[in-house]
């Protein structure tokens, strides 16, 4: 069984930047691992992903602004987030697993991006 916690949320002005960590207890290098938010009154939503080996998906609206890697020595994921906008105001959440979405979640971490 494997706990994840993120970290790193926090109130930031638009176009600020704001990175996300996912420790993990336990090895998951042999996972995917991927983050997913959700806004008030919306359902969850797909974020960014990196494979085991390191291959990296985005959603089309945090593409060229966030980045996703991982570092497996110390069981950590990370999200660089720049050029935030109002609209990336969200719960994110950590996920691992085979798979995404996979039966590994965190407890979320909020991102708001206001002035």
């Known amino acids: 069984q494997v706990q994840l916690v993120e970290s790193g949320g926090d109130l930031v002005q638009p176009g600020g930047s704001l990175r996300l960590s996912c420790a993990a207890s336990g090895s998951i290098s042999m996972y995917a691992a991927g983050w997913y938010r959700q806004a008030p009154g919306k359902q969850r939503e797909f974020v960014a992903s990196i494979t085991s080996g390191g291959t990296t998906g985005y959603r089309n609206s945090v593409k060229g602004r966030f980045t996703i890697s991982r570092d497996d020595a110390k069981n950590t994921v990370y999200l660089q987030m720049n050029s935030l906008k109002p609209e990336d105001t969200a719960v994110y959440y950590c996920?691992?697993?085979?798979?995404?979405?996979?039966?590994?979640w965190g407890q979320g971490t909020q991102v708001t991006v206001s002035s």
């Open positions: 996920n691992a697993d085979y798979i995404l979405p996979g039966k590994y």
